[in-house]
């Protein structure tokens, strides 16, 4: 034990140690190989619909901005100019009309 080197690597009579032909075998083997293939194949197709759905994110947000916002404003002038309607008409004394949808 004392003539391995600490990695596990080759001793002094050239020969690889127990655990460095372990690890060779394991890291070597077909399973582990399509595993790395695998999990980078994985990552990519990750990458890629994180991508998309950023872009999806954008477009909707966008178009919310640009045609939601404006009609929720203008719902809420309405429903402003609805309720100054009926507090001048019950002012005035005037029998209040039911609002118009």
Known sequence: ??????????????????????????????????????????AFVTKKLLKSTGKAAWIAGTTFLILVVPLIIEMDREQQMNELEMQQASLLGTPSVAPQK
């Open 1 to 42: 034990m004392a003539s391995q080197s600490r990695k596990g690597g080759k001793n002094r009579s050239g020969e690889e140690g127990v655990l460095a032909r372990v690890t060779s075998t394991i890291t070597q083997s077909s399973i582990v190989q399509r595993g790395k293939v695998v999990a980078s194949d994985a």
